[in-house]
């Protein structure tokens, strides 16, 4: 397939900053930056940002030192979504920006943790990280003397609400009307920026699951085979280079993979953004459908190697081992923390809302550091 060629000019459905729908704490423009730029370095400055490099995703962070965490996952969505926006014509900073932020309310130990801390809090509101992304950027972070949070654009904010459910959506709205979560509730979509981010996420999780899984030895090359996706650019990268070490078969085997769903998404987005004709980034979001996405027959291809992947590496034994202990950690947390608040940071303590203090708590916490948490409040050493 030929490399597309990047677009002449902004598409005029694409986000613009300078018409940006503005922040929820006025402020005056900065001189040298876009309000997306603004909004990018903020993330990166930002601890919640930092803490990523030590949440992990399907392998624990003591378990080698070359799997994914939170951080290079989200460093590959950016990559790739930065590819894909060039080319249609969209803002690189805004997709930047939304993919950089989009992980900053997962807990420690990957989904694991989601799963623990939704059933802990389910009498008091449920727990979900995308909306916890949100409550990072919008209050969490304490950096600045005017607000609380980040006090991002509209724009970048809406980006980072992916998913919610239609409860928090409806308290989400009776704080902000007509803002980041009238969507889930009215119907409608986000910017194509966001929607792009969105896949450019499930891109990069399907490539370096495979690598991880592979590198790990719980699933093996070979088994990979059975999945059409990966067949078909594991036997173009044999056919291209006979003999190539197995290492470096992975690798370009993934390479492939990779280029060959970004032009896919390229070309069936370029096609759906030419039959709808959206006239600006409000034509998209009144959309029942989003513009970004796969071909059919690369969404079929998709959806069989994420099948694949549950059933193969999510559900291995040993990853359900180390699970079954995770969760044992951050139920213990939650009961300590929630039993006897002196236990928490004074900030944290301080509050009146003790239970959501307690999910906030943990969300931020590192692999790591809830391990040694954990340890030093119950005397178990369970890693």
């Not at 980034?281 to 970004?292: E, G, K, N, S, T």
Request: charged share 25%.
């Amino acid at each position: 397939m030929a490399r597309p060629e990047p677009p002449l000019k902004r598409h005029p459905a694409a986000a613009d900053p300078a018409r940006s729908r503005g922040r929820r704490v006025p402020e005056p423009p900065a001189p040298t930056r876009s309000e997306y730029q603004r909004d990018r370095d903020r993330i990166v400055h930002s601890t919640a940002f930092r803490r990523l490099v030590y949440k992990t995703q399907v392998f624990l962070n003591h378990e080698g030192d070359l799997f994914r965490t939170r951080l290079t996952h989200s460093l590959e969505v950016a990559q790739l979504g930065r590819s894909i926006a060039r080319s249609l014509g969209l803002d690189e900073d805004l997709v930047e920006t939304i993919a950089l932020a989009h992980d900053l309310g997962h807990t420690p130990f990957g989904h694991v943790g989601q799963d623990v801390l939704n059933d802990c809090m389910k009498p008091f509101g449920g727990f979900e990280h995308n909306l916890q992304s949100l409550r990072v950027v919008d209050s969490l972070e304490q950096r600045y003397p005017e607000f609380d949070g980040l006090n991002l654009s509209y724009e970048s904010r809406e980006g980072i609400l992916k998913h919610c459910s239609r409860a928090h959506a409806a308290e989400l709205e009776a704080g902000e009307p007509g803002g980041v979560a009238a969507r889930f509730l009215l119907g409608g979509q986000p910017s194509l920026e966001a929607q792009l981010c969105n896949l450019a996420d499930e891109v990069a999780y399907n490539a370096h699951d495979v690598d991880d899984g592979v590198r790990s030895g719980l699933v093996t090359l070979e088994q990979l085979l059975a999945v059409d996706l990966v067949r078909e650019h594991h036997d173009a990268a044999l056919a291209a280079h006979p003999g190539l070490a197995p290492k470096r078969l992975l690798a370009e085997t993934i390479r492939r993979m990779l280029s060959a769903q970004v032009y896919d998404i390229i070309d069936a987005t370029r096609q759906a953004l030419a039959d709808a004709a959206p006239a600006d980034i409000d034509a998209v979001r009144r959309l029942p459908q989003p513009l970004a996405r796969f071909s059919p027959d690369m969404r079929a291809r998709s959806h069989a190697l994420k099948r694949f992947l549950f059933a193969n590496l999510y559900r291995h034994p040993q990853v359900q081992a180390t699970r079954v202990r995770a969760e044992e950690v951050l139920r213990d947390l939650f009961g300590l923390y929630a039993d006897d608040a002196t236990q928490l940071p004074e900030d944290f303590a301080a509050r009146p809302d003790r239970e959501r203090a307690c999910a906030d708590y943990i969300a931020g916490m590192t692999d790591r550091y809830a391990i040694r948490e954990h340890q030093r409040l119950t005397g178990k050493t369970l890693f």
